[in-house]
């Protein structure tokens, strides 16, 4: 999106402006997002560094145990919890990761109100992989067509009038031409005999 085509819309500069300045929003919005999403894969690629080191200590650990049955069992509940503790991240790393998705989607459908939106979806088919989120665009077209009410439309651009400084002095309509290309003159001369072609 920029100046040029909002123009070609024809809006007005201060309209075009406006626009501007909604979509700068949520630009800002956007890259917040993909900023959170960074630092959460960061620290889950230093969690699960850590977590695959003390599973590498746990093990040479056990070694030296040897017959010590107490150590083993200690050692046995040690790495339990070390798997568990790895599955609790990852599944809020996935939850996070869908969230931060539906988040964008909403956004990127222009919901005015994301978390009255959110609380529609039915978010048990929702699911993120590597390929993509999967059951939020479907639901979201649904709700844009049953709910549209909750979305902000979008504007229909409407022709420019455009004024020319060369006249009509024998005051004729050409019916043939497009409202865009007639003179000032014209124009008058043409609302007055239909004033339906500017409605």
Not at 59 to 75: F, P, R, V
Not at 185 to 191: P, Q, R, S
């Amino acid at each position: 999106m920029n100046r040029d085509t909002l123009q070609k819309f024809g809006l007005s500069d201060e309209q075009v402006n406006q626009v501007m300045a909604e979509h700068g929003k949520d630009l800002e919005k956007s890259k917040g997002v993909e900023s959170e999403l960074e630092q959460l894969k960061q620290q889950n690629t230093d969690l699960t560094s850590q977590i695959a080191e003390r599973d590498k200590q746990l093990k040479d650990l056990s070694g030296k145990a040897g017959d010590n049955e107490e150590l083993q069992t200690q050692i046995k509940a040690l790495q339990d919890q070390n798997k568990q503790a790895k599955a609790d991240y990852e599944a809020n790393i996935a939850t996070l990761k869908r969230d931060g998705a539906i988040e964008l989607a909403l956004r990127e459908a222009k919901a005015k109100n994301p978390k009255a939106v959110k609380a529609l979806l039915n978010d048990g088919t929702i699911t993120v992989d590597d390929s993509g989120v999967h059951g939020l665009k479907e639901q979201l077209e649904q709700l844009q067509e049953s709910d549209s009410y909750l979305f902000d439309a979008e504007p229909e651009p409407k022709p420019g009038v455009k004024v020319t400084g060369s006249g009509n002095p024998s005051g004729g309509i050409d019916g043939n031409k497009n409202v865009n290309d007639m003179s000032l003159e014209e124009m008058t001369a043409a609302y007055q005999k239909n004033p339906a072609l500017f409605g």
